[in-house]
């Protein structure tokens, strides 16, 4: 079987660029930019990147994108008080936290400090509430880009069996609940599974879309997906790598080679769902923009 690879570098800039159309019509009609803020405690390599790959997305969508890099000893308390003068900064229309944080740091109450309507990852209480309701707001980013990606690609979720490996507050459960409503590019039967699941190839085998979420590099090998299977790999881990002048790679969750050929379709790391994730950010932001104006001519 020949494997279709699920560009999802290709669609982001796609959506991408019709943000920055709809950014370029906001602005005519108000004089306003969306305004990204990024909080960033401590140096942790990976978000060093993250946060700059967000920023670069956001600026060639036409939007502010400031990142505001906090000292990784910062307490709690000093941490909350600067979400709190973003939340009430009318010059401020999305906020997010870099995760993860330092151990010091509840990450629980700093999600709940973020205004709601200025939650553009989607991870406020109140928006994964409305999102289990089916009434969501801000979907969190990643599910929003797996969800897109099948759309883009062809592939409908509805009547399919997704199985998700992970069940993470951003990832997994998000994802189960966006796949299983009662609306458009949803309408799955979801399974998930986790580090406590029992033979959990015994599920991924049942899978006609199987989300690996797991945090395991190359976890999900040939024999635990069927033949014509779609799999989404959203992992992203670094290996050791001699070859490369970096010391390292990144692959995903998914030992690609060894799926290769057998499923029907699957999104390669990096490459995959990384950049879909931003492009979802950058949706949600010009959402809390409009918010912030009162105009909502433009469903997403």
């Given at each position: 079987?020949?494997?279709?690879?699920i560009?999802?570098?290709?669609?982001?800039?796609?959506?991408r660029?019709?943000?920055?159309?709809?950014?370029?019509?906001?602005?005519?009609?108000?004089?306003i930019?969306?305004n990204?803020?990024?909080?960033?405690?401590?140096?942790?390599?990976?978000?060093?990147?993250?946060?700059?790959?967000?920023?670069?997305?956001?600026?060639k969508?036409?939007?502010?994108?400031?990142?505001?890099?906090?000292?990784?000893?910062?307490?709690?308390?000093?941490?909350?008080?600067?979400?709190?003068?973003?939340?009430?900064?009318?010059?401020?229309?999305?906020?997010?936290?870099?995760?993860?944080?330092?151990?010091?740091?509840?990450?629980?109450?700093?999600?709940?400090?973020?205004?709601?309507?200025?939650?553009?990852?989607?991870?406020?209480?109140?928006?994964?509430?409305?999102?289990?309701?089916?009434?969501?707001?801000?979907?969190?980013?990643?599910?929003?880009?797996?969800?897109?990606?099948?759309?883009?690609?062809?592939?409908?979720?509805?009547?399919?069996?997704?199985?998700?490996?992970?069940?993470?507050?951003?990832v997994?459960k998000?994802?189960?609940?966006l796949?299983?409503?009662?609306?458009?590019?949803?309408?799955?039967?979801?399974?998930?599974?986790?580090?406590?699941?029992?033979?959990?190839?015994?599920?991924?085998?049942?899978?006609?879309?199987?989300?690996?979420?797991?945090?395991?590099?190359?976890?999900?090998?040939?024999?635990?997906v069927?033949?014509?299977?779609?799999?989404i790999?959203?992992?992203?881990?670094?290996?050791?790598?001699?070859?490369r002048?970096?010391?390292?790679?990144?692959?995903g969750?998914?030992?690609?080679?060894?799926?290769?050929?057998?499923?029907?379709?699957?999104s390669?790391?990096?490459?995959?769902?990384?950049?879909?994730?931003?492009?979802?950010?950058?949706?949600?932001?010009?959402?809390?923009?409009?918010?912030?104006?009162?105009?909502?001519?433009?469903?997403?």
């Amino acid at each position: 079987m020949s494997s279709t690879i699920i560009d999802g570098k290709s669609l982001a800039i796609q959506v991408r660029d019709k943000v920055k159309d709809e950014v370029n019509i906001l602005e005519s009609k108000y004089s306003i930019a969306p305004n990204l803020n990024v909080i960033q405690v401590g140096t942790d390599p990976p978000s060093l990147v993250y946060v700059r790959n967000k920023q670069i997305a956001a600026q060639k969508a036409g939007m502010c994108a400031k990142d505001i890099h906090l000292p990784e000893k910062i307490s709690q308390k000093e941490l909350i008080s600067k979400i709190m003068e973003l939340n009430i900064d009318p010059g401020v229309h999305g906020i997010l936290v870099q995760l993860p944080l330092p151990y010091h740091i509840d990450t629980g109450k700093i999600i709940d400090a973020i205004d709601p309507n200025k939650d553009v990852d989607g991870v406020h209480p109140i928006n994964i509430g409305r999102l289990s309701q089916g009434r969501q707001l801000f979907v969190p980013a990643t599910p929003a880009g797996v969800q897109r990606m099948l759309l883009e690609s062809g592939i409908n979720p509805t009547g399919q069996h997704v199985v998700i490996c992970g069940r993470s507050n951003i990832v997994g459960k998000p994802l189960a609940l966006l796949l299983s409503q009662q609306n458009h590019g949803a309408n799955s039967t979801v399974t998930v599974c986790h580090s406590k699941t029992r033979d959990i190839a015994n599920f991924t085998r049942q899978a006609d879309i199987l989300v690996a979420a797991i945090g395991k590099p190359l976890f999900i090998n040939s024999g635990m997906v069927k033949e014509g299977a779609v799999i989404i790999d959203v992992g992203i881990n670094r290996i050791d790598d001699r070859k490369r002048k970096n010391g390292y790679r990144l692959v995903g969750d998914v030992d690609f080679d060894s799926v290769l050929g057998k499923v029907s379709s699957i999104s390669p790391v990096p490459g995959g769902v990384g950049p879909m994730t931003i492009a979802m950010l950058l949706e949600n932001t010009l959402l809390a923009t409009r918010l912030a104006v009162g105009d909502l001519t433009t469903e997403y």
